[in-house]
């Protein structure tokens, strides 16, 4: 079976193709990083204008080199939601006018589906059920995967994403864009335990999470320190916040995995490819004797691959879209399936 992933939802035009699931064919990036790096984050406008230019011949490329062709393809999946909108529509149209010309069947894919999908295509013994963390610039999940395409959420970012709040406090840090990688870079030779920052527990809901009073505290403390002329070393400040933010993220992955009875735990999303989450996480499930799944570093990112195979199992489930189907910037994970079903 041989499906076309699409992905338009922020910065990177991505597409790629796969067979039975996981086996990537071919997997094209085209990133616009160095022309956002130039206003310090993602401009929308520039995004959707650059997916526009972009999408045809980054979708060419993975089809050729794939040595696939359109009509060889049993359906084209594309990211639908959630993400930035006039983005996302760039993609969608795109894939509507494909699946047009070429009679395929279209289905809509969620984002942080994708990112899920992307352990199964590094670690294709893993199986529904377990536990994911979803970590991204826009969202932080707790997920229950009950099958491919179906999910319960215990656990949610009240304010802040942590790749957001990452983002934010490198950028207050005077990192460039994007701050994250930098962040981690700088915290590698820095003091995790040099400034205490807060780590907020959510009365009612000990799975929620909140990283907004840590951006805060950490725009507060510089601001302080550039008051009174007082020199703060960015890297322990880096390596304080990636650390604080790395225990929060796996006490509430524990806590779940512990009263939901899951030995296996997955990481996904962008933020799974930083240091200091992925070694929080592997240490404490080695402690318990759980087995970890995360994406290899080339895959943490958004890609058309984790598309192409979340798009997969969406298809084989019946999750489909006709020419109607529009992109939407918010969309619940646990209402995607139970919405396409219904509109096939
Ligand atoms: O999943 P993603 O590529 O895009 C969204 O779907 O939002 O995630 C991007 C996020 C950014 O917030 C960025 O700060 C974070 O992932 N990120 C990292 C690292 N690489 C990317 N955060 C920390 N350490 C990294 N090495
Ligand atoms: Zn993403």
């Not at 984002?111 to 377990?130: D, F, V």
């Not at 509430?252 to 992925?278: L, P």
């Not at 087995?291 to 192409?308: E, K, R, W």
């Amino acid at each position: 079976m041989l499906i076309l992933g699409i992905e338009s939802s922020c910065d990177e035009t991505a597409a790629s193709v796969a067979r039975d699931h996981t086996e990537i064919l071919s997997n094209v990036v085209s990133s616009q990083v160095e022309e956002h790096k130039l206003y310090g984050g993602v401009v929308p406008e520039i995004a959707s204008r650059r997916h526009c230019e972009n999408v045809l011949p980054v979708v060419q490329k993975a089809l050729d080199d794939a040595g696939v062709t359109l009509a060889e393809l049993d359906s084209i999946a594309v990211t639908a939601y959630p993400g930035l909108i006039g983005a996302l529509l760039v993609g969608v149209n795109f894939a509507k006018g494909l699946a047009l010309a070429s009679g395929k069947p279209l289905v809509p894919t969620h984002h942080l589906a994708g990112h899920i999908a992307s352990n199964y295509i590094a670690h294709p013994e893993l199986k529904p059920p377990y536990l994911c963390l979803v970590v991204s610039g826009g969202h932080s999940h707790l997920v229950e995967v009950l099958s491919h395409t179906t999910f319960r959420i215990l656990g949610r970012t009240r304010d802040d994403a942590a790749g957001n709040a990452l983002t934010k406090c490198a950028r207050a840090m005077g990192y460039p864009y994007p701050g994250g990688i930098h962040l981690d870079k700088a915290s590698k030779s820095g003091n995790p335990d040099a400034f205490p920052l807060p780590k907020p527990k959510i009365a009612d809901n000990a799975y929620d999470f909140s990283f907004s009073g840590l951006k805060t505290a950490v725009v507060n403390l510089l601001h302080n320190a550039s008051q009174k002329g007082t020199p703060v070393c960015t890297e322990d400040l880096a390596a304080s916040v990636q650390a604080t933010i790395a225990e929060v993220l796996t006490e509430h992955t524990m806590r779940a995995a512990r009263e939901h009875g899951y030995t296996t735990i997955a990481v996904a999303g962008g933020v799974s490819a930083n240091s200091g989450v992925r070694a929080s996480l592997q240490k404490a499930c080695e402690k318990r004797g759980y087995t970890l799944y995360m994406p290899p570093l080339s895959l943490c990112g958004d890609n058309g691959a984790m598309i192409a195979c979340a798009g997969s199992y969406a298809f084989e489930a019946g999750i489909r879209a006709d020419s109607s189907l529009n992109a939407s910037a918010t969309m619940e994970l646990t209402a995607w399936g139970e919405q396409s079903r219904r509109t096939v």
